[in-house]
């Protein structure tokens, strides 16, 4: 096993050494609390969707235990319907900010679980992991509106909120597919599954009109490439049709459209949506710029505004150094991060229109 220390595979020229890499992963390790709980950074809110980031980060590093024990805090901590509520203060699961329980947090453990096992092949672990799994997806498509899109949350009253968002459908989208995976694994047909995720993917990928509409926001226009919703050619024409909106040469991805402040987890999951479909060279471009926004101790900065010169916010997220390594695993062959972002061998559902079995192409 490796460790914080020595990562691995995890440098790339230009991007990250081994010790700048382990640097990182040694700093999201100490974030951690003694329960497993990887919140923003210590004393800071924890949110589902960000631990299982930080989470697969520690994997790819090789810190395949801390990894373990942050799913097992949401074993541990997951409601009777199967949620989480959306923000924990300071990582306490006694202490919810937010009483809400959103879809694509809610989904995301699937892609963390399967990393996970893909990346250590504990099947102790996946077969203590498939209930929760399980009654996740179960929360979750309890949210699928008719046209297939995931409606965004339940609020604090268990209302379910009907608008639906592009980007957390299409993390939704990634995350039923690894459900599928996990439930192959266990042998547990999952027809319902097969037919929600189709409508799902199909929905992302051909019908922007039944979302909110938020492309001011740069992952509203790259995440259904990330999520493998969006492969081919029509990939490539969606990338390029923005790349001068959203891409700042040398300081990285501009988070809202009209603002002068690019983001370290908006680059990187570019970086990652960018080699998803082949386009290393630009993968890489992307990343380089990131330097600026590292410390020498290997934390990362959440964004930076080039108008100004400055950092901000003026605060380093454990999700934002996450995302990086796991854009250098990918860019690197870590296996078990090639599988979950490049998508080749996910279940995809079932096509709407045929009724069929699919898989990425």
Known sequence: MTSPEHP????????????????????????????????????HHLDPWDHVEAAMALDTAGEHDRAAAAYDWLARHQNPDGSWYAAYAAGDPRRPTDLGRESNFCAYPAVGVLHHYLATGDEAFRRRMWPVVRAAVAFVLDLQRDGGQLGWRRDATGRAVPDALLTGSASGYQALRCALALAELAGEAQPDWEVATGRLGHAVAHHEELFLDKSRYSMDWYYP??????????????????????????????????????????????????????????AVEVLRALSRLRTPDGRYWTGYVYADDAFWPVEHTTWTAGSVLLAVAALTGDPATTAVFGGHDLPAGLDPDCRCPARDA
């Open 225 to 282: 490439v990330l999520a493998g919703a969006v492969r081919g050619e029509a990939a490539a024409e969606r990338l390029a049709a923005r790349w001068d909106e959203f891409v700042v040469p040398g300081f990285g991805v501009r988070c809202v459209r009209e603002n002068p402040w690019v983001t370290g987890g908006e680059s990187a999951e570019l970086a990652l949506a960018l080699w998803s479909v082949g386009q290393q060279e630009h």
């Open 8 to 43: 691995g595979p995890l440098a790339l020229p230009g991007v990250l050494t081994a010790e700048e890499a382990g640097a990182t992963a040694a700093w999201i390790a100490g974030q951690q609390r003694p329960d497993g709980a990887l919140p923003w950074f210590e004393g």
